[in-house]
C-alpha cells in the first residue's frame, strides 16, 4: 500500500538512555508493520525517517516516553495528499505540543463535516467530479461509512451506496423532480476495479486527515482518547481527529462544521445528508 505521511522523529536528552529507548520504539514499530522507518542516529541523539498509512506515527514514541521521561521528541511531519504539514513535542508519555499549519489543500476532494457539540460526527463527506461528470465519495457517520455515487441520467438523478466499503452498490435512490424511488439492490451491483480503487484511495486519504476509529486498538488510538478525555467529548466508532475539530472546524448550530465544497458539492452531499443519512435514521 502507499505511505502517504513521512514524518521525522528526534529524540534528545540524556544520551546514556538513547539506546534503551531506540531498542524499546524499535520493537514497537516493528511490531506495529503500519510503515517503514530508517535510522539517522548520531552519538547525541536519535533521529527516525518515518513513512506510513494512516495517522501520524506518534504512539510507539510516545508510549515508550512513558519509560524515559527524561527524553523530548520532536515531530514534523507532511501530509502531501491533504497538503499540509504539522510539529509536536512528545515528553513523559504526553503530547505537550501540536502545531498544524493550514490545509494548503484537500488533496483532489472536497470536504463537508458536521458534528455535535459532544464531537460525534453527524455527518462526514468526501467527495470529487470524475471526468465523466460522475461524482463519487465516502461518507461517514459516528457508527456508520460508505462510498457514494451520483451521476445524471434523463429527468433524474441516481445516488447509489455501499454497505461500510463492501465492493458492491448495495442501495440506490432515483431522485426525480417530484417523485423519490428507493430500492435495495438485490442482487448488489459489483463495484468496478477501477473505480472502487479510486474509493479506497479518497477514503483513506479522507481518513488519514481527518478521521481515527475506535476499533483501531489503545495503542493506535491513545493520543486521540487522551485528547478527547481532555476536551471532554465522547468516543464513538468513529470520530474526528481532536486537533482538527479544536483548530479547523467552526461553532454552528451548537455543535462545530467545516466545508470546502463548491455548489456542486454542496448538491451531492444534501443528496447524501437526505438520502442516505435520511434512511439511516429512519
Given at each position: 500500500?502507499?505511505?502517504?505521511?513521512?514524518?521525522?522523529?528526534?529524540?534528545?536528552g540524556?544520551?546514556?538512555?538513547?539506546p534503551?529507548?531506540?531498542?524499546?520504539?524499535?520493537?514497537?514499530?516493528?511490531?506495529?508493520?503500519?510503515?517503514?522507518?530508517?535510522?539517522?542516529?548520531?552519538?547525541?541523539?536519535?533521529?527516525?525517517?518515518?513513512?506510513?498509512?494512516?495517522?501520524?506515527?506518534?504512539?510507539?514514541?510516545?508510549?515508550?516516553?512513558?519509560?524515559?521521561?527524561?527524553?523530548?521528541?520532536?515531530?514534523?511531519?507532511?501530509?502531501?495528499?491533504?497538503?499540509?504539514?504539522?510539529?509536536?513535542?512528545?515528553?513523559a508519555?504526553?503530547?505537550?505540543?501540536q502545531?498544524?499549519?493550514?490545509?494548503?489543500?484537500?488533496?483532489?476532494?472536497?470536504?463537508?463535516?458536521?458534528?455535535?457539540?459532544?464531537?460525534?460526527?453527524?455527518?462526514?463527506?468526501?467527495?470529487?467530479?470524475?471526468?465523466?461528470g460522475?461524482?463519487?465519495?465516502?461518507?461517514l457517520?459516528?457508527?456508520?461509512?460508505?462510498?457514494?455515487?451520483?451521476?445524471?441520467?434523463v429527468?433524474?438523478?441516481?445516488?447509489?451506496?455501499?454497505?461500510?466499503?463492501?465492493?458492491?452498490?448495495?442501495?440506490?435512490?432515483?431522485?426525480?423532480?417530484?417523485?423519490?424511488?428507493?430500492?435495495?439492490?438485490?442482487?448488489?451491483?459489483?463495484?468496478?476495479?477501477?473505480?472502487?480503487?479510486?474509493?479506497?484511495?479518497l477514503?483513506?486519504?479522507?481518513?488519514?486527515?481527518?478521521?481515527w476509529?475506535?476499533?483501531?486498538?489503545?495503542?493506535?488510538?491513545?493520543?486521540?482518547?487522551?485528547?478527547?478525555e481532555?476536551?471532554?467529548?465522547?468516543?464513538?466508532?468513529?470520530?474526528?481527529?481532536?486537533?482538527?475539530?479544536?483548530?479547523?472546524?467552526?461553532?454552528?448550530?451548537?455543535?462545530?462544521?467545516?466545508?470546502?465544497?463548491?455548489?456542486?458539492?454542496?448538491?451531492?452531499?444534501?443528496?447524501?445528508?437526505?438520502?442516505?443519512?435520511?434512511?439511516?435514521?429512519?
Amino acid at each position: 500500500m502507499t505511505e502517504r505521511i513521512s514524518a521525522r522523529v528526534v529524540v534528545t536528552g540524556e544520551e546514556a538512555l538513547l539506546p534503551a529507548y531506540r531498542e524499546r520504539v524499535n520493537d514497537l514499530l516493528d511490531e506495529d508493520n503500519a510503515g517503514t522507518y530508517r535510522e539517522l542516529h548520531t552519538d547525541d541523539r536519535l533521529e527516525y525517517e518515518v513513512r506510513c498509512r494512516g495517522g501520524v506515527p506518534f504512539p510507539p514514541f510516545v508510549k515508550v516516553s512513558e519509560e524515559f521521561p527524561e527524553l523530548v521528541i520532536e515531530v514534523r511531519w507532511e501530509n502531501p495528499a491533504l497538503g499540509e504539514r504539522g510539529a509536536a513535542e512528545i515528553q513523559a508519555g504526553q503530547l505537550k505540543e501540536q502545531a498544524i499549519s493550514e490545509a494548503l489543500s484537500q488533496g483532489d476532494f472536497e470536504v463537508d463535516i458536521l458534528a455535535r457539540g459532544d464531537g460525534t460526527i453527524v455527518l462526514a463527506a468526501a467527495c470529487r467530479e470524475r471526468s465523466d461528470g460522475v461524482w463519487i465519495g465516502y461518507a461517514l457517520t459516528a457508527t456508520q461509512h460508505g462510498f457514494f455515487r451520483v451521476r445524471s441520467e434523463v429527468g433524474a438523478v441516481l445516488l447509489s451506496a455501499s454497505d461500510g466499503v463492501a465492493a458492491e452498490w448495495a442501495e440506490q435512490w432515483r431522485i426525480a423532480e417530484n417523485d423519490v424511488a428507493y430500492r435495495e439492490l438485490d442482487p448488489r451491483e459489483p463495484i468496478d476495479a477501477k473505480l472502487l480503487g479510486e474509493l479506497d484511495a479518497l477514503a483513506a486519504d479522507f481518513a488519514a486527515g481527518w478521521i481515527w476509529f475506535s476499533a483501531a486498538g489503545p495503542d493506535d488510538t491513545a493520543v486521540e482518547r487522551h485528547r478527547y478525555e481532555m476536551y471532554g467529548l465522547k468516543v464513538n466508532d468513529a470520530n474526528i481527529r481532536a486537533e482538527r475539530l479544536r483548530r479547523m472546524m467552526q461553532p454552528e448550530r451548537g455543535g462545530y462544521a467545516f466545508s470546502t465544497v463548491g455548489d456542486a458539492g454542496a448538491r451531492v452531499v444534501a443528496l447524501v445528508a437526505d438520502h442516505w443519512l435520511g434512511k439511516a435514521q429512519e
